[in-house]
């Protein structure tokens, strides 16, 4: 069985950090690419961070580049997202999500609100900044 979950979320004023942590279990680790995704109340989707599954490159939305961190512990079978600078426009419920290689470079190419849909989804975890 595939599972994606997802932990770290929680309540936090504007400008702190957290680590969000997507552990995955089910799958061949090194054959997908992982994505942070989250979706504020009222908003399209959003892709936040992908990191490939072939070098671990690693992409950001316009919107979080350079307060936020994707890495991958492969030993473990897990992606982070770290992220730090935190607005309150970062409030969302936050996503991971696996999907091969190609599916990633057609979400980098369509951008932060494709519909492009991924094969595994978490369950999400809530974040929430305070100003």
Do not use: H
């Amino acid at each position: 069985e595939v599972q994606l979950v997802e932990s770290g979320g929680g309540l936090v004023q504007a400008g702190g950090s957290l680590r969000l942590s997507c552990a995955a279990s089910g799958f061949a680790w090194n054959d997908y690419a992982i994505g942070w995704f989250r979706r504020a109340p009222g908003k399209e989707r959003e892709g936040v961070s992908y990191i490939s599954s072939s070098d671990r490159s690693t992409y950001y939305a316009d919107s979080v580049t350079g307060r936020f961190t994707i890495s991958s512990d492969d030993a473990m079978n897990t992606v982070y997202l770290q992220m730090n600078s935190l607005k309150p426009e970062d409030t969302a419920v936050y996503y991971c999500a696996a999907a091969d290689e190609l599916r990633l470079i057609e979400t980098v190419v369509a951008g932060p609100t494709t519909t492009w849909e991924w094969d595994y989804w978490g369950q999400g975890t809530q974040v929430t900044v305070s100003s």
